[in-house]
């Protein structure tokens, strides 16, 4: 089904999007070095492959008039997503453009800031284009003529979102969205998300959460009695 | 909108130079050799690098600037209110500490000058994030803010929960020294674009100043705009503007300026007091009474103020009507009264124009005229020309004419007067109000009657409630 297609493709490119949000972030940092310029190439590539398959995929049904009001509403729900989607990446893109010509690399008069991220990203990348693991190939100098091909990219992507405006006419006040307010809170059924907890430390609140209060009283009943237990055994024998 | 604020980047930050300047002493201080020394921080089993105390950060600047400590600190604080260091033990708190508590930089992407305005979708994904990995623990604030974001951007919903689930899958990929990092640097920089009520924001401006450079230059040069033929012919054309403005020198401009406080210091209710007293202190009110336009004597300082220059003359209306005495005197009232149909024909109604020049014509400038007044030939023939097409400035000229005559010839005269110096001598001055005794017998405070009361009415107000009509 034409749907059940656009929603996959529309989550690899939110996947990719994600990614590539992650690896903009350390841009100019002390992770930053050619790999990451090249992973994000790899990423913003992959990204872009997509966002032209979704919209090729997509168009066609919006712009044909006979269609029924549901399924209607149901691609245009796809159509806001995949064009906020869009917007993300583009604003990403040009932050990157700006980032990478202000801290160019191996360059020693401009250091790198120092915010304590080390480590590579490879993982992240191979996240983004659904491979198990990453191979480097870049030469030098990569990352100054990865800033030309960075340019020409967003302006092709300008275009596309400037021409899918002017293509297909969605209003965004009738889209309503599926997922209501608090709606992240639910586990989704795939991913172990309630097993996540990405521990700040600086953000330890208070003594500790509810739940492991709670376990902590009753592991501790439970020890009292079998302690008690045993020296009534003990006084008896 | 997410795209929007980078193309208006380039003149954003050129309108925030504070900014740049940061990011320079921030880039400085990354030097290996000369900037600042990093220590290492230790959790339970991670070590995260690049951490820095406050007191090396104070070390450093004092070094690097030479400037005191007070300075120092002053500028750290701003460093860290901005959001380009943010502490490590306790993020709520944007301030610099001068002891062992760490510190360390935050991303290039997240400093102020590139991700300016914080979008709103960035906002929601963020928040939605914070509420998976605090499991619905956010803030009052966050809350609200939560709720006003669900309610104004509800269309995108679906792309907020996909995203903020996706970006927490994608920092999962990272170690874990690296993952608090990244979620330490994106709290402080929502810290500072959003900040708790109760904070003081860093991020508002004051009125904008220099509204003709914000309005002058629309297109921002970025990588992506040229400068085309349209761009340079208006630089041209403003610039040719600005040779063509008069200009004066600032000696002549300042010497004007002093002779002007000077003079005018002690007339100043202000900067020397009023006499009797300061109404709006007092609540006696007796000073605008004797300062009215029409008051019968006139106070000391206002025929003082006779003297500083022709104009404050005639623009009080008993200094006109003392001039226009001495000048019956003197035979040359007709100048005065001329001026007086002048001024009323210039900002009179536009229907009364052609009336109104007539009767000028008739009454001052016609040959044999009762008051007739002693213009020149060349103003004459000028003025009697454009009678023939009567406007409202059709006398200007004339006018010009009369009003530097009684300037260059009759104000020295009148002010060297026995007019003059009688009523110099003869102008009140007030006596100041004694402060009294005992302060808490102060004059009982009335509320002033509501003006759209009338007065006859005023005693049946308390009865009922049909005083107003």
Redesign the interface.
């Known amino acids: 089904m034409a749907k059940e297609e656009c929603k996959a493709l529309l989550d690899a490119l939110n996947k990719a999007t994600a990614c590539y949000h992650h690896l903009v972030l350390t841009i100019g940092g002390s992770a930053d070095s050619q790999n990451l310029r090249e992973e994000l190439q790899k990423t913003r590539q992959k990204a872009q492959e997509l966002a032209v398959a979704i919209r090729g995929r997509l168009t066609p049904p919006l712009r044909d008039r006979g269609l029924g009001a549901e399924e209607r509403a149901e691609f245009e729900r796809l159509w806001v997503a995949f064009s906020s989607c869009l917007d993300l990446l583009e604003a990403d893109m040009r932050r990157a453009l700006t980032l990478g010509t202000e801290f160019p690399l191996n360059k020693p008069l401009r250091p790198l800031v120092r915010t304590g991220v080390e480590g590579g990203a490879a993982n992240v990348a191979a996240r983004a284009l659904s491979a198990r693991s990453l191979r480097h190939e870049a030469e030098r100098g990569f990352d100054v003529e990865d800033l030309h091909q960075l340019e020409r990219e967003i302006l092709q992507v300008g275009e596309m979102i400037h021409d899918m405006e002017m293509k297909v006419n969605v209003p965004r006040w009738t889209v309503q969205a599926r997922q209501a307010a608090g709606a992240e809170l639910l586990a989704r059924p795939s991913a172990g998300v309630s097993s996540m907890r990405c521990v700040s430390v600086e953000q330890r609140m208070g003594p500790c959460d509810p739940s492991k209060a709670l376990a902590a009283t009753i592991f501790s009943a439970v020890l009292l009695a079998a302690v008690a237990l045993a020296v009534c055994v003990a006084k008896l024998s | 909108?997410?795209?929007g604020p980078?193309s208006h980047?380039g003149l954003r930050r050129a309108q925030r130079p504070h900014l740049s300047k940061m990011e320079r002493m921030?880039?400085s201080m990354?030097?290996?050799d000369q900037?600042v020394k990093?220590r290492s921080?230790r959790?339970l089993i991670t070590v995260?690098?690049?951490?820095v105390t406050g007191n090396d950060i104070m070390e450093w600047l004092i070094h690097k600037y030479c400037i005191t400590e007070e300075e120092a600190l002053h500028l750290g604080t701003l460093l860290v209110r901005h959001g380009y260091l943010y502490p490590?033990?306790?993020?709520c708190h944007l301030e610099l500490r001068l002891d062992e508590t760490p510190y360390?930089?935050?991303?290039?992407?997240?400093w102020m000058s590139?991700?300016w305005p914080a979008?709103e979708?960035d906002y929601a994904i963020y928040l939605?994030k914070k509420?998976?990995?605090k499991?619905?623990g956010l803030f009052d604030h966050e809350k609200e803010h939560?709720?006003q974001l669900?309610r104004k951007i509800?269309?995108?919903?679906?792309?907020?929960?996909?995203?903020?689930?996706?970006?927490?899958?994608?920092?999962?990929?990272?170690?874990k020294?690296?993952?608090?990092?990244?979620?330490?640097?994106e709290?402080t920089y929502w810290l500072v674009n959003r900040p708790p009520p109760g904070v003081p924001s860093v991020l508002e401006q004051g009125p904008e100043r220099n509204s003709c450079t914000a309005g002058r230059v629309q297109m921002p040069t970025g990588?992506?705009q040229t400068k085309t033929v349209d761009f340079y012919r208006r630089e041209v054309e403003c610039l040719r503007k600005a040779l063509g403005r008069a200009r004066v020198k600032s000696s002549v401009c300042l010497e004007a300026y002093l002779k002007f406080s000077s003079q005018r210091g002690p007339h100043d209710p202000i900067m020397s007091g009023c006499l009797p007293s300061n109404p709006w202190v007092t609540d006696n009110d007796t000073y605008w009474a004797m300062n009215a336009p029409s008051a019968a004597v006139p106070t000391r300082l206002r025929v003082e103020q006779w003297a500083f220059s022709f104009r404050e003359l005639l623009e009080d209306p008993v200094g006109r009507a003392h001039f226009m005495d001495f000048l019956s005197k003197e035979f040359s009232a007709e100048n005065l009264s001329f001026w007086e149909a002048c001024e009323e024909l210039r900002h009179g109604g536009q229907a009364q124009v052609p009336a109104l020049v007539d009767a000028v014509y008739q009454q001052f400038l016609a040959p044999g005229a009762a008051r007739w007044v002693n213009i020149d030939s060349r103003t004459m023939e000028r003025t009697l020309v454009g009678l023939g097409r009567p406007h409202r400035h059709v006398l200007d000229d004339a006018q010009l004419h009369i009003y530097m005559l009684m300037k260059k010839d009759s104000y020295p005269r009148f002010l060297k007067s026995d007019l003059y110096k009688d009523l110099l001598a003869e102008a009140v001055v007030p006596p100041k109000t004694k402060r009294r005794v005992f302060p808490f017998m102060r004059k009982p405070r009335h509320s002033s009657p509501s003006p759209a009361l009338l007065p006859a009415s005023a005693s049946r107000e308390p009865s009922g409630g049909d005083g107003e009509a």
């Open positions: 909108m997410a795209a980078a980047g921030v880039v990354q030097d290996p900037g990093m921080q959790l995260i690098p690049h951490a490590l033990r306790d993020p360390r930089f935050q991303t290039p992407y997240f590139t991700l979008a979708l939605a509420n998976i990995r499991r619905g939560y709720d669900h509800s269309h995108t919903w679906d792309l907020v929960v996909m995203q903020a689930r996706e970006q927490l899958w994608a920092a999962k990929q990272r170690r020294g690296d993952r608090l990092v990244i979620a330490c640097q709290q990588p992506f």
